[in-house]
Every structure is written in C-alpha cells, then in structure tokens.
T-cell receptor, first 115, second 109 residues
C-alpha cells in the first residue's frame, strides 16, 4: 500500500487564475494518476503522470488546461489553468504499480471552488 | 472494458451483512472485477478484486458467479463507518480504471 498526501486540501479561487495541486506519496511508485470528481458525480481520469516525460491525457483533457509534472517517483503536480466556475471539483491523485494498475491508492483530494 | 450495472442505493442494518450486487454481463475472459468504496469527503479506497474465484480479505468477500456475468460484494458485519459509495469496476490489464455511478450504501443503526 501507499500513503498519499495532497496540498492544498481545499481552495477558493477567482476565475482566470491558476492553481497547482501537489501530490506526495510515501514510497516510490511507478504509476501516478490525476482524477477529477465534479459535484455529485463519479471520478473521471484526467491523465497519467509519467516520470521524466509528458503526461498521457485522456480524451477531453489537454495539457494547456491541466499541465502536469512528475519530477520523480514520489511526487507530482497538477495545475488547473485559467480557471472557470466549471472547474469547481475535487481533484484526486492516485498511485499504483505497472504490474497492477487496477489496484490504486488514492489521496484525500483537493476541493476546488472557482468563483 | 465491460460496462457494469449497480443499484443506485441500498440500506443495511448495522451488524447485518451488506450484499452489494453488480451486473457485468459483457465481461470478457481476461477482465477482472474490482471493488472500491468512497466514504464521504475521502478519496476512493481499494477493497478487493477477483477474476473467477471467490475472494476474501479483511474487509470483504467477493462472490463471482460461475458465468462471471455478475458478482456480489459482501461486508459480513456492516458498521456505520461502512456507509459509502461502492464502485464495481471491470478492469482489463493495460487499460485505465473507469468509475461508474456506484451504489450508495447507507448503514443504519
């Protein structure tokens, strides 16, 4: 298993600004993922954060809007750029291992409200 | 990945077994059944997974029918802390996890 922390835990932002969310895991992991959970909805995968290379984005998500970094095996950041109220969601980081992507461990989430 | 169908919500009395069904009639031979739960204001938590055989761990049991078209997650003695949304996911190695709507389980005193 793994213990994941996210910062900030919540934030209220003005439209047009950007917010960077940090995800830290207590052990080296091969896979790190970013999800979005809109109010009252299920989770949607944004992208896979790849160490040392560009993230792999899912359909409907683009790098300009959600730039992701992963400088090492225990840390990743997700930036929500040029925010609008529609970006108000919970953003979740998860981790896993290449041989067992189905088993993921999730952080507590970052609750974002955009005014 | 195959689609899953779960009841939107269920109630269970505290101390009784909670049996959460999941239909996955289009599952293929190499797809696993995974269960996660999400307690309010927390990230999802992995519970259990299986391919063909029934599985048990410290959290729950997973019963998969012989034809693999459906499964049941069993929480043997539900507590108030088991109140959560439970997600049944059919997963194919090499793909990503896809979360559906889940079942909102309410454990009542």
């Amino acid at each position: 298993s793994a213990v994941i922390s996210q910062k900030p835990s919540r934030d209220i932002c003005q439209r047009g600004t950007s917010l960077t969310i940090q995800c830290q895991v207590d052990s080296q992991v091969t896979m790190m993922f970013w999800y979005r959970q809109q109010p009252g909805q299920s989770l949607t995968l944004i992208a896979t954060a790849n160490q040392g290379s560009e993230a792999t984005y899912e359909s409907g998500f683009v790098i300009d809007k959600f730039p992701i970094s992963r400088p090492n095996l225990t840390f990743s950041t997700l930036t929500v750029s040029n925010m609008s109220p529609e970006d108000s969601s919970i953003y979740l980081c998860s981790v896993g291992w290449t041989h067992s992507i189905g088993t993921q461990y999730f952080g507590p989430g970052t609750r974002l409200l955009v005014l | 990945d195959a689609k899953t169908t779960q009841p939107t919500s269920m109630d269970c009395a505290e101390g009784r077994a909670a049996n959460l069904p999941c239909n996955h009639s289009t599952i293929s031979g190499n797809e696993y059944v995974y269960w996660y739960r999400q307690i309010h204001s927390q990230g999802p938590q992995y519970i259990i997974h299986g391919l063909k055989n029934n599985e048990t761990n410290e959290m729950a049991s997973l019963i998969i029918t012989e034809d693999r078209k459906s499964s049941t997650l069993i929480l043997p003695h539900a507590t108030l802390r088991d109140t959560a949304v439970y997600y049944c996911i059919v997963y194919n190695a090499g793909n990503m996890l896809t979360f559906g709507g889940g079942t909102r389980l309410m454990v009542k005193p």
